[in-house]
């Protein structure tokens, strides 16, 4: 089957003289769910941003569906990311506009310029972007302004418009780093049913390896810009995760009894 | 003898005197370039007062027939900043979305546009409204290019630091759905920055209405010109009067306009 994404030998360095990825290659197939760990300045980011071309790369090639990103401009391009679902840290709502708005932002891309200036949404979009927030237990907020929820309200809020675009792939940057433990569990959550359901393969870059362990199919390990790990979770032993981060597996637990789970499953 | 302990740092205290130290010699050779001299005033104290007491005081009525043209150029010196701030608002706003290295679909003339309208502020209002009069003649519709041209460049600036603070990472996911740029404009960066836009907008019609004053006293209309003609026939009591109905416009509308800031960036 041919897959979604394909990075071949991707590298990007920066203005500054900063080396995000060195020759970065790996393929995303259908409803695969990935975590891509590493510690911060690792190229988390950097990986995430050149799929949808919102960073541009410096050599390689991104193929996305059969096309490659980095060759596309325009209407080409802004048709590719419209595959491609985001996820961002920080939500990026546009917090001043309805919850509803918010979420059929994720049609602009389908929609003619002047249609989508005026926010003309046609009617089975309104019903479907209503339906989703059902589905997500936000109904009762739609007309609510977006910045009048709770971190994992507005998450969920992301999830909706991300969704709204029937994406290909869903791209999430570092989704849960600004939420409380339950919040997280919940997007987390919705995220892997709402992507399994859907066959929509989705990146998530975390900090949290207990999360990854738990909930991916796959993970992929960065360290300074470089791939040192991809491979299933129940193969990430503790060696490898000392490459990743290159510290003790006891280290990165803050409880401090890394020692007792030996088991990468208990972590969860 | 014992020692003082100091209080701050020494090289901290040599600081101090030495800004101390230059900001009078500062005073002192300026005052010599521009034989500026405080005693002057004192001298001349009798002349200034008896100025102020015998031809302003007390304000005078303007005769009864003129007074019905005098307020209505005060509507025009109103109409004039209105108007000058509103069309130059929506001029800003489409090139401002262009001064933005962030949100112009062309960032690398974004350094250029800022530019552009950095050099228009930095020439006053007062200058504009000279350079124009000379080249097109005196009247309203000057005066109103004049404001124009200086409010425009402030907006320009006053809006693409607005969006740098706000919008960024709201553009950010609409640009990842593949929106266009008029959309993302539309859907992103008109909602989050209307309100810091409207409160930029009545700041700017403040300085507005002080500026079209002035404006109208060297040939653009209005109560400016009214004023200025009651100075020159000598009429200072009168001028006063006008004066004071200046101060009581400019306060109302700071009063309306602060009070609507307020409103907008709660």
New interface residues.
């Given amino acids: 089957m041919e897959p979604i994404l394909r990075f071949d030998n991707v590298s990007k360095h920066y203005p500054n003289g900063v080396h995000a990825l060195k020759g970065v290659s790996f393929e995303v197939a259908e409803g695969e769910f990935i975590s891509v760990i590493g510690p911060s300045g690792s190229g988390k980011s950097t990986l995430l941003r050149a799929i949808?071309r919102?960073i541009p790369i410096n050599g390689g090639t991104v193929w996305l569906d059969g096309q490659a990103v980095s060759a596309q401009r325009g209407t080409a391009?802004?048709?590719?990311?419209?595959k491609?679902?985001?996820i961002?840290q920080?939500?990026?709502?546009?917090?001043?506009?309805s919850v509803l708005?918010n979420v059929l932002?994720?049609r602009?891309?389908?929609?003619g310029?002047?249609k989508?200036?005026?926010?003309l949404y046609s009617e089975e979009d309104k019903q479907e972007g209503l339906d989703l927030l059902k589905e997500l237990g936000l109904e009762e907020f739609a007309y609510n302004r977006a910045s009048d929820l709770s971190g994992g309200q507005k998450q969920r809020v992301?999830i909706a418009?991300a969704i709204m675009?029937q994406p290909k792939l869903l791209?999430c940057d570092e989704p849960i780093a600004s939420l409380d433990p339950s919040s997280a569990k919940t997007i987390m959550d919705l995220l892997k049913s709402m992507t399994q359901k859907r066959n929509i393969a989705c990146i998530v870059n975390l900090h949290q390896l207990d999360v990854a362990l738990k909930y991916s199919t796959r993970i992929i390990g960065l360290s300074k810009g470089e791939i040192v790990f991809d491979g299933r979770p129940e193969e990430l032993d503790d060696a490898t995760i000392e490459r990743i981060y290159g510290t003790s597996r006891e280290n990165l637990m803050i409880g401090g009894h890394g020692n007792d789970q030996a088991d990468p499953a208990h972590c969860a | 003898m014992t020692k003082r302990i100091p209080l701050i740092a020494r090289d901290l205290k040599r600081l101090y005197t030495g800004f101390l130290l230059a900001a009078v010699a500062l005073f002192l050779l300026c005052s010599y370039l521009t034989e500026f001299n405080p005693m002057v005033l004192v001298a001349n104290g009798d002349a200034f007062w008896e100025f102020i007491t015998e031809d302003f005081l007390p304000p005078a009525l303007p005769p009864a027939s003129r007074i019905p043209g005098i307020f209505s150029s005060v509507l025009v010196t109103l109409a004039l900043a209105m108007s000058a701030t509103t069309v130059a608002a929506i001029l800003a706003f489409f090139v401002a979305l262009f001064g933005s290295e962030k949100v112009s679909p062309f960032p690398r003339f974004a350094k250029v546009v800022r530019g552009f309208a950095t050099f228009l502020r930095n020439i006053p209002a007062l200058v504009w409204a000279f350079i124009l009069f000379s080249s097109l003649g005196i009247g309203t519709g000057v005066g109103f290019v004049a404001l124009c041209i200086t409010s425009f460049a402030f907006m320009v600036r006053a809006f693409v630091e607005t969006m740098e603070d706000v919008s960024q990472?709201?553009v950010?996911?609409?640009?990842?759905?593949?929106?266009?740029f008029?959309?993302r404009?539309?859907?992103?960066i008109l909602?989050?920055c209307?309100?810091g836009f409207l409160s930029w907008f009545l700041y700017c019609v403040e300085v507005n209405i002080r500026a079209s004053t002035i404006v109208g006293m060297v040939g653009g209309g209005g109560v400016g010109l009214t004023l200025f003609s009651y100075i020159k026939s000598f009429h200072y009591d009168i001028a006063l009067s006008i004066i004071l109905l200046i101060a009581a416009m400019v306060i109302v509308v700071d009063q309306i306009t602060g009070k609507l800031r307020k409103e907008l960036l709660k």
């Fill in positions: 949808n919102l391009l802004r048709q590719l990311r419209r491609v679902g985001m961002f920080n939500y990026n709502l546009v917090y001043s506009l708005q932002h994720g602009l891309g389908y929609m310029g002047l989508g200036v005026f926010g992301g418009r675009q791209l | 990472d709201c950010e996911s609409l640009q990842a759905v593949g929106a266009t008029p959309q404009v539309a859907q992103a909602p989050s209307l309100s």
